[in-house]
C-alpha cells in the first residue's frame, strides 16, 4: 500500500519527502506516492477529506493544527521532525534599532521564562533557541 504526503508545491516539504521517498524504494520499500498544493488550506482539506492519508508542515504550524482545528480533533503528529531549523526575524539591515530591539525583547523573553512557556503552550517548546542572536541563518 503506497502511503501519500501533501504540501504545496515548490516547498522544501515537497523535496524532503521526494527524497525520502527514494530512501524507501532504495531500502526495497514503496516510495511516497506525493501530491501538492497550491495553498497550505487546499492540502489540509484534502488530508481531512480522506484524499490523502498524511501532511507535511513547520512543525510550529502541525503543532498548532493538531492543537486547534476542529477542536483538536481534526490532526495529529506522528514521529519526530525531521531536517528541522530555527525560525527567524528577517529586518532591513539598514534598520540596526529595529533590529537591536527586537533581539532585546527577544533576550528578555528567554531569560524570564516567558518565552518557553508560550512556545509549550502551543507544543512547539521543541523548536525553543536558548539565546537571541544575530545573523546565525544560513
Do not use: H
Request: net charge neutral.
Amino acid at each position: 500500500m503506497r502511503k501519500e504526503g501533501r504540501r504545496a508545491a515548490g516547498t522544501t516539504f515537497e523535496e524532503v519527502a521526494k527524497a525520502r521517498s527514494k530512501e524507501c524504494e532504495a531500502a526495497g520499500k514503496p516510495g511516497i506516492s506525493i501530491e501538492s498544493f497550491p495553498t497550505d488550506a487546499e492540502a489540509q482539506t484534502r488530508v481531512r477529506a480522506g484524499g490523502a492519508v498524511a501532511g507535511v508542515n513547520d512543525y510550529p504550524v502541525a503543532a498548532y493544527l493538531a492543537l486547534k482545528a476542529d477542536g483538536g480533533n481534526a490532526f495529529e503528529i506522528v514521529g519526530n521532525q525531521i531536517e528541522a531549523g530555527p525560525f527567524g526575524i528577517a529586518v532591513a539591515k539598514d534598520r540596526t534599532a529595529l533590529r537591536d530591539a527586537l533581539r532585546a525583547a527577544l533576550a528578555a523573553i528567554i531569560e524570564d521564562g516567558s518565552y518557553r512557556k508560550a512556545l509549550d503552550k502551543w507544543g512547539a517548546g521543541t523548536g525553543a533557541v536558548a539565546s537571541a542572536d544575530v545573523n546565525t541563518g544560513s
